[in-house]
Nanobody
């Protein structure tokens, strides 16, 4: 079992940057595929980005491609979401998720693929 804790959210202006951190509770973090999802008020939780166990492969949603980057540091049991050129429509609660997986190269983009979730961190983009 792994516990995930997100941090780094806040209130920023359009065009600003933020980095979200996802800290995992256990040392075998490199056994897990990691994803970031977000949920805006009144909307479904949607996929943002995913990274494979070995960080070789990443996948991002079209809505954030070119602006958001997912990375991980397995030695620190932490994954990151670097968000640049933020827009008001990026306002949401951002969740980190993890799934233990046998393949080192797999990414996952569906909510149902993940069985460990953090509590979320609020990101608000407003002028």
């Amino acid at each position: 079992q792994v516990q995930l804790v997100e941090s780094g959210g806040g209130l920023v202006q359009p065009g600003d940057s933020l980095r979200l951190d996802c800290a995992a509770s256990r040392s075998r973090f490199d056994s897990y595929v990691v994803g970031w999802f977000r949920q805006a008020p009144g909307k479904e939780r949607e996929f943002v980005a995913s990274i494979s166990r070995n960080a070789y492969n990443t996948r991002t949603a079209d809505s954030v491609s070119g602006r958001f980057t997912i990375t991980r540091d397995n030695a620190k049991n932490t994954a990151y979401l670097q968000m640049n050129s933020l827009k008001p429509e990026d306002t949401a609660i951002y969740y980190c998720a993890a799934k233990r997986h046998s393949s080192s190269y797999t990414t996952k983009s569906s909510r149902g693929d993940y069985d460990h979730w953090g509590q979320g961190t609020q990101v608000t983009v407003s002028s």
